[in-house]
């Protein structure tokens, strides 16, 4: 069954072609799963780089530069040669035809495939409130780890410069939503900042007087923890200086603050201008091709119910690993990701070699951690719950094993040794592109789209389209002017020409 599959390429040889969509943790191991089986894998993904993400928040807060945590795609699999890099978002699967299209500035890639592993991850989730994200950014990328960044430490920046004090408090409220390992994470290292690391740095704003507020809808942090554990961080959480306000709901988010329901039903407002959101998560749209074209169910966030080996139904050439799949209630975690890349990729060399069939997939849990401040975590494994500094190095050991390279290992125990045993933040540098551009980007709308030169096009391969030119298509430098946007307190531009768009799309 399977050796009807591969498939001739144009160089004559027999080559069984796996195409794997994702650089994250999913597609990755995926990858170097198949490094010495006699397969033509190209990865194809939207950025060049892997993505760390348990780390994004210590870019966030001036712990680590991004470089440390998103090295190069190409680098980590430079020695790996039957594997190669396209970058591209993938705008469509076609599973009949077994192809893949992605885009790039305009340019249009298809790559055809024999196997197909889908790791294309999830995006943060505003449940049904998407308004919510140009006042409250989520923290699922490089470029939304650097806003923050820009955000928090303005946010210091422009309360010093308040002649209201008012203001300036405003300013110095910071409010967390999700008290998951993420919301946990943040809120602890926000305050740790405003209480360690800045508190000599202002004249005017005492730094240590910073609100930092811990938000959900669930009655309890950390909930996935266990009773034990999400009591032991709560009070960790609430000695740091930390206000978790549990059983409230988010109801509206604005550039000045946000309006909360609490279980009783009364409704208040936290005046804040940085916001930062950490609950929810949401599949990607891949997902919703694939079940059009299965018949498999979606659920809620958007996640495909996949095979127990991790198939579609009726396409057993299709993997879906990570946040995307759905499976006997498998948590969104970086190790079913990685264990699920590697299932596939087992998989499809057992197959081309002729092998018994795989046995269904099995998930091997390896525990939860996570940290609350310097030298202090909580950590579930194997039915064993540690808390304090015991859990905080385990933390720091597992953290530092996943992360690719060994010189990102050393720069990265260099900066926490900087930041933990010190106060220093060695990444505190700050843009205004980093936090406005999201904003204007939004604001430019749907009719933007960069592309690449008409040159560069006419001189690549007759692959290549084009899509049809549109107003606004190729940016243009401009003096400010009357018609130039303004930008708000919080990074949203209002006012002039950009202002009157009402779409959300992005480049």
Not at 291 to 317: K, N, Y
Not at 394 to 419: D, E, N
Request: aromatic share 6%; hydrophobic share 40%.
């Amino acid at each position: 069954m399977w050796g009807a599959i591969v498939t001739a390429t144009s160089d004559g040889h027999q080559k069984h072609r796996v195409v794997i969509i994702g650089s994250g943790f999913g597609g990755l191991f995926a990858a170097q799963a198949l490094r010495r089986e006699p397969v033509e894998v190209t990865v194809v993904a939207k950025t060049t780089h892997h993505l760390f993400q348990p780390l994004l928040y210590q870019v966030a807060t001036g712990i680590l530069s991004e470089g440390e945590i998103a090295p190069a795609t190409r680098e980590v699999l430079r020695r790996q040669q039957n594997v190669r890099t396209v970058l591209g978002e993938v705008v469509g699967i076609d599973l009949a035809a077994k192809t893949v299209t992605s885009n790039l500035l305009g340019r249009t890639d298809v790559q055809p495939y024999d196997s197909l592993i889908v790791a294309a991850g999830a995006g943060q989730s505003y449940f049904g409130n998407d308004h919510f994200a140009e006042h409250a950014p989520g923290m699922k990328s490089i470029d939304d780890a650097l806003e923050l960044r820009g955000r928090i430490f303005g946010a210091f920046e422009v309360a010093e410069t308040s002649p209201d004090p008012a203001d300036a408090a405003r300013y110095m409220t910071f409010v967390v939503v999700g008290a998951g390992p993420t919301g946990v994470e943040m809120a602890g290292q926000i305050a740790e900042m405003a209480h360690r690391t800045l508190r000599h740095d202002f004249r005017k704003v005492d730094t240590t007087k910073a609100r930092i507020i811990l938000l959900d809808a669930a009655p309890t942090v950390l909930g996935t923890f266990g009773e034990k554990l999400a009591g032991k961080a709560t009070a960790k959480l609430e000695k740091i200086g930390v206000e978790i306000q549990l059983g409230a709901r988010v109801v509206n988010v604005d550039s000045r603050g946000i309006d909360v329901e609490d279980s009783d039903g009364t409704r208040r407002r936290i005046e804040s201008v940085c916001k930062i959101w950490a609950a929810g998560v949401a599949a990607s749209p891949l997902g919703k091709q694939l079940a059009e074209q299965s018949g498999a169910v979606l659920d809620r966030a958007g996640r495909i119910q996949v095979q127990p080996d991790l198939t579609l139904p009726g396409h057993p050439e299709v993997f879906v690993v990570g946040d995307m799949a759905t499976l006997d209630r498998l948590p969104g975690v970086a190790q079913v990701a990685i264990q699920g890349g590697k299932y596939a990729s087992k998989t499809i060399a057992t197959r081309l070699r002729g092998g018994p069939p795989m046995r269904n997939f099995e998930y091997k849990d390896k525990g939860s951690m996570a940290t609350i401040s310097r030298f202090s975590a909580v950590a579930s494994i194997k039915g064993v719950q540690l808390s304090g500094f015991l859990a905080w190095l385990m933390w720091l050991a597992v953290h530092l094993v996943y992360i690719i390279g060994f010189k990102h290992r050393v720069t990265t125990l260099l900066h926490w040794t900087v930041s933990f045993v010190g106060r220093g933040r060695s990444e505190r540098t700050v843009t205004q592109q980093q936090i406005f551009a999201r904003s204007a980007l939004q604001r430019l709308g749907e009719g933007f789209m960069p592309t690449l030169p008409d040159d560069w096009a006419s001189r690549g391969p007759s692959a290549v389209t084009r899509p049809a030119a549109q107003p606004g298509a190729v940016p243009t430098a401009r003096k400010a002017g009357a018609d130039a946007p303004r930008l708000t307190p919080d990074g949203t531009p209002s006012g002039g020409a950009a202002s009157g768009s009402t779409s959300t799309g992005t480049a």
